[in-house]
């Protein structure tokens, strides 16, 4: 019998660390490299801890009219202003809920120099559906992204 316990004990141990595996792999589906909406950007994912972080890695136009590398010039704390586009972190804290979506976290939006509360869903390999929103997520946005190649 007490063989037989220490088995089972063995045998549980194995599939929730199994389970765990899983989920953490799929919880990492979304890491990677994606295009914005309107392919005028690709967006890095990674992982800080148990939440996911977005920055920007590539511009269509990096440059401005002048030449110069585009900047945050809508935000308004005027203080970030001239920081620039390109390496900027624009979504943060994601966590993931165990059932294929991300909550909790933030995304930026350059153009308008707004930031919203943010929820993402990996509705597949290759696209990402982000909701920025203000208040209830029901009042708000989709974005979806596409995985690059």
């Known amino acids: 019998m007490k063989h037989m316990m220490k088995t089972l004990t063995v045998v549980a141990v194995m599939l929730l660390a199994g389970l765990s595996a899983h989920a953490q792999t799929k919880a990492d589906d979304i890491l990677g ?4 909406a309107e392919k005028t950007s690709k967006i890095e994912v990674y992982k800080n801890g148990d939440k996911y972080f977005g920055k920007i890695i590539h511009l269509e136009s990096p440059n401005d009219e002048q ?3 585009r900047v945050d010039k809508d935000n308004p704390d005027t203080k970030l202003r001239n920081r620039p586009l390109m390496g900027l972190v624009i979504l943060k804290g994601l966590e993931y809920d165990g059932d294929g979506e991300y909550e909790d976290g933030e995304i930026y939006d350059p153009k308008s120099g ?3 509360s943010a929820n993402a869903e990996l509705v597949n390999r290759n696209k990402l559906d982000l909701r920025g929103y203000v208040g209830i997520s029901l009042i708000g946005r989709t974005s979806s992204w596409t995985r690059a190649q």
Do not use: E, F, H, L
């Open 67 to 69: 030449g110069k590398p």
């Open 114 to 116: 707004k930031t919203y």
């Open 33 to 36: 490299t994606w295009w914005n």
